[in-house]
Nanobody, 127 residues
């Protein structure tokens, strides 16, 4: 079991930045792939960014409102934390952001591939 707690959400103006953090406790953190997802009311939980436990390589969502180039995921295995640095925020980035962990490695893009979730943190970007 691993427990996840997110922090760092809030209200920011368009063009601003936020840094989300996810603190993990429980089993060895470096044995888990980590991901960030976001969800708006009435829609599915969408993948944003992920990092593999083996090698720590990162990958990002590619879709119409791509976060690539604006968001950066990073992990600190010594501190059992994963971060999501969000720059140049847009109103369409408004959502509840969730941290997730999976005990498998690889390219994990679906919420169904993750077994552990935090409670979520609200990010609101005003225009």
């Amino acid at each position: 079991q691993v427990q996840l707690v997110e922090s760092g959400g809030g209200l920011v103006q368009a063009g601003g930045s936020l840094r989300l953090s996810c603190a993990a406790s429980g089993r060895t953190f470096n044995g888990y792939s980590m991901g960030w997802f976001r969800q708006v009311p009435g829609k599915e939980r969408d993948f944003v960014a992920g990092t593999r436990w083996s090698g720590g390589s990162t990958y990002y969502a590619y879709h119409a409102d791509s976060v690539k180039g604006r968001f950066t995921i990073s992990r600190d295995d010594a501190k059992n934390t994963v971060h999501l640095q969000m720059n140049s925020l847009k109103p369409e980035d408004t959502a509840v952001y969730y941290c997730a962990a999976a005990s498998t490695n690889g390219l994990l893009l679906s919420h169904s591939q993750y077994g552990y979730w935090g409670q979520g943190t609200q990010v609101t970007v005003s225009s």
